[in-house]
């Protein structure tokens, strides 16, 4: 049972144009969740984060948005680049227990 | 800051046989955890070590177990190796207090035939 859940397997997008990854989760008691970036054969990159008391966070052309009523959260990219090309992992944890509940991945692919 | 390692890096192995990895955490960190990741069940929690204690562990079998040392390296061991076993073996470090962001090493890309 998938506690944490990137429906879109894939994402393709023109170079310039905003990229908008989606995660759903199930279970509330998670108060921080984290985008990772990731390519084949290496570990995970972080990218930006956020806490359950807030709704937004932003770091240069990455923004996260929190919508705790519907458990959802999203990873806005913009512009764009062809070098944001890889797998995103959205995580979840609950307390500062070292346990990442991570879902399966959106493969994004900017063309330029 | 000199980031998370981790080795080997490339690991082949038989049936049976068991087999060690090693993580040196991020300098400071206390907290280092372990994961696993392959194609079809994708990044899963091993266990996570923190002041050389194992604070949470993932359901894994017993044939997986860890350790860490004072100096907050930790060692991760698989015993009787199973095919299975072939993945992607992740150790990531973090502060191990608060809301906690985990950065993560390479990986050891283990191939058990």
């Known amino acids: 049972d998938q506690q944490v859940k990137q429906n879109s397997p894939s994402l393709s997008v023109q170079e310039g144009r905003i990229s908008i990854l989606n995660c759903d989760y199930t279970n509330s008691m998670f108060d921080y969740f984290l985008w990772y970036k990731k390519y084949p054969a290496e570990g995970p990159t972080f990218l930006i984060s956020i806490s359950s008391i807030k709704d937004k966070n932003e770091d240069g052309r990455f923004t996260v948005f929190l919508n705790k009523s519907a458990k959802h959260l999203s990873l806005h990219i913009v512009p764009s680049q062809p070098g944001d090309s890889a797998v995103y992992f959205c995580a979840a944890s609950e307390g500062s227990q070292g346990n990442l509940i991570f879902g399966k991945g959106t493969k994004l692919s900017v063309k330029p | 800051k000199a980031g998370v390692t981790q080795t080997p890096r490339y690991l082949i192995k038989t049936r049976g046989q068991q087999v060690t990895l090693s993580c040196s955490p991020i300098s400071g960190h206390r907290s280092v955890s372990w994961y696993q990741q392959t194609p079809g069940q994708g990044l899963q929690f091993l266990f996570e070590?923190?002041?050389?204690?194992?604070?949470n562990k993932g359901n894994f079998p017993g044939r997986f177990s860890g350790r860490q040392f004072s100096n907050s390296r930790s060692e991760m061991n698989v015993s009787t190796l199973e095919l299975g076993d072939s993945a992607l073996y992740l150790c990531a470090s973090s502060t191990g207090q608060g809301l906690d962001t985990q950065y993560f090493g390479p990986g050891t890309r283990l191939t058990v035939l």
């Open positions: 070590y923190f002041s050389e204690t194992q604070r």
